[in-house]
């Protein structure tokens, strides 16, 4: 993994935008943010991972099936009709 300070930042920017490997950018020395290759593949994941009502609801749907149980595969497919 590369480092780039921040400071730096606007010079090279199409350079990283080029890049197949994470870029961690620091200020001062200390990690602030991080740059990394995707995919327009990665776009929803990325997006999803980031938005505060999808995890809440992601944490609830587990607390439930770690309470309840969960649902196997094959009855998900028999109740789908797949």
Not at 21 to 26: H, N, S
Request: glycine share 4%; charged share 30%; with cysteine.
């Amino acid at each position: 993994m590369k480092t780039l300070a921040i400071e730096n930042c606007h010079l090279i920017l199409t350079d990283v935008a080029d890049t197949d490997e994470p870029i961690v950018l620091t200020r001062a020395g200390e990690p602030v943010a991080a740059v990394f290759p995707f995919s327009k593949d990665d776009l929803d994941s990325i997006a999803l991972s980031s938005n505060p009502h999808f995890l809440r609801l992601l944490e609830k749907s587990m607390k439930r099936g770690e309470t309840e149980g969960w649902v196997p595969l094959a009855e998900v497919r028999r109740r789908l009709g797949v």
